[in-house]
């Protein structure tokens, strides 16, 4: 519909569900925090009366919860989601990210100096930059093409990261807290294994660049395979990039594109089993340019606004624009789903930690009070026998005072009279 270019422009982006996510979780955990604070504070006081009401260890624990509900606050702060991109080099990976920031940040065309893995993520500060393997030191890149070229300067592995910071008020998707991985080209030879372990399994979505040109090949997919082994239910999406050359054969492009699709959706849901064919080819698998894209929402200034456009662009952004709302509902559904469960999860474990230990102690304390009461009752109930006990020891004395005093009297008497 008409909303939906709007919805990747403005606030009502799908990916808002994860940062509403996490700023509702983060309020979550600082009042936690607040509760556990007080209760650390109410816990010294029951220590301090000394009356057995708490183990050494429930005041012990109670004590580090502070520190677990700092850290998991720190963790949620860092959370974020992660797309990686993968293909053979010259699919179109870099310049698909590169549309999709809206910006030319990564080097398009350079496969060959950019072998490693390049990660895009926020900063606050307000100029970009990159920082390289085995060194704290943050390099500037004070003019584009400059990532290239700090690049091209390093010997670097291809399973190496190159983090790329991108100050966050200059790009919606980054200051979203969306992640961008892309790889080096993906071939036979590179230890797809490694790669994965070593950057992919935190990753929520992943997005195959092919060459429409070109089919999958055995590489692409032996990675997929792989991913799908490592991570339950990866969720893919296929992009079929240079669609643009198809305007050059119009007659073609139907029977191309059903051909293409075909192939597709027979890798993601017969082979692969990530989902229904109805699902894959609604919302995993589209027919893209990524280079009209990335004009047409970064103009070229020194060329004409026609200049690079071919027939049938406007389709081909259109497709653009809903793989990048399916793209931005999908990884923002999953890494509320992966990343803020366990973060639920533990804040109920820490809330019923913290009120089993204060209920015992408080039924504890009734218990003590109940014992200090009937301890009271069967005082009171000596209390009374004895004074039962003494008002009848004196009910007996007077008698016997009155039986010996008559007695006494008796005999006195007698004896007067004798
Ligand atoms: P990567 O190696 O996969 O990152 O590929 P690049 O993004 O660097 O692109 C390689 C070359 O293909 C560059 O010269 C791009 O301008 C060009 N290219 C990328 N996407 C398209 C597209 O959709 N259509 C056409 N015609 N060329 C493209």
């Not at 926020?122 to 060194?135: I, M």
């Not at 036979?188 to 372990?197: G, K, M, P, R, Y």
């Not at 009937?374 to 004895?386: A, F, G, H, P, V």
Request: a negative charge; charged letters at 30%; one cysteine or more.
């Amino acid at each position: 519909g008409p909303s939906r270019q709007d919805s990747v422009n403005n606030a009502n982006s799908p990916l808002k569900l994860f940062t509403h996510a996490k700023t509702t979780i983060t309020e979550i955990f600082k009042s936690i925090s607040v509760y556990v604070g007080d209760a650390n504070k109410f816990l010294d006081d029951v220590n301090k009366s000394d009356r057995n009401l708490l183990t050494n260890e429930k005041y012990k624990e109670i004590q580090q919860l502070k520190e677990k509900v700092n850290r998991i606050l720190s963790i949620i702060s860092r959370d974020h989601m992660k797309v990686v991109f993968f293909g053979r080099t010259s699919n179109g990976k870099s310049t698909t990210m590169n549309a999709m920031l809206r910006e030319r940040i990564l080097p398009v065309g350079m496969g060959h100096t950019t072998n490693c893995f390049l990660q895009i993520e926020g900063t606050d500060k307000a100029e970009p930059y990159v920082l390289t393997p085995g060194s704290d030191e943050p390099k500037s890149v004070s003019s584009l093409g400059n990532v290239g070229s700090a690049l091209s300067r390093e010997k670097l592995d291809s399973d190496s990261l190159v983090k790329i910071l991108w100050p966050k008020e200059k790009c919606r998707l980054i200051r979203d807290d969306v992640v961008l991985v892309d790889s080096p080209g993906i071939d036979v030879s590179a230890n797809l294994d490694q790669w994965i372990e070593q950057h992919c399994l935190d990753a929520d979505v992943f997005v195959l660049v092919i060459s429409a040109e070109a089919t999958i090949t055995v590489a692409e997919k032996k990675f997929l395979h792989n991913v799908a082994q490592r991570l339950s239910n990866p969720n893919i999406f296929i992009l079929m990039n240079r669609w643009d050359a198809t305007a050059n054969e119009p007659e073609m492009v139907d029977s191309v594109r059903q051909q293409h699709l075909d192939r597709g959706l027979e890798f993601l849901c017969d082979e692969l089993h990530i989902c229904d064919r109805q699902e894959a080819s609604e919302h995993r698998m589209f027919f893209i340019s990524a280079r009209e894209a990335l004009l047409k929402r970064n103009k070229d200034p020194t060329s004409s606004p026609r200049t690079g456009f071919s027939d049938g662009h406007e389709e081909r952004f259109a497709e653009f624009n809903n793989f990048e709302h399916e793209f931005e509902k999908c990884i923002s559904k999953t890494a509320v789903q992966t990343k803020f469960e366990q973060h639920t999860n533990r804040g109920k474990e820490i809330i019923s930690i913290l009120r089993d230990t204060t209920s015992n102690i408080a039924n504890r304390s009734q218990t003590l009070k109940q014992e200090a009461v009937q301890k009271l009752t069967d005082m009171d109930e000596k209390n009374n026998k004895l004074e039962r006990e003494l008002r009848s020891m004196t009910e007996t004395a007077k008698d016997k005072i009155r039986h010996v005093s008559e007695d006494v009297y008796k005999r006195v008497a007698q004896t007067l009279n004798d």
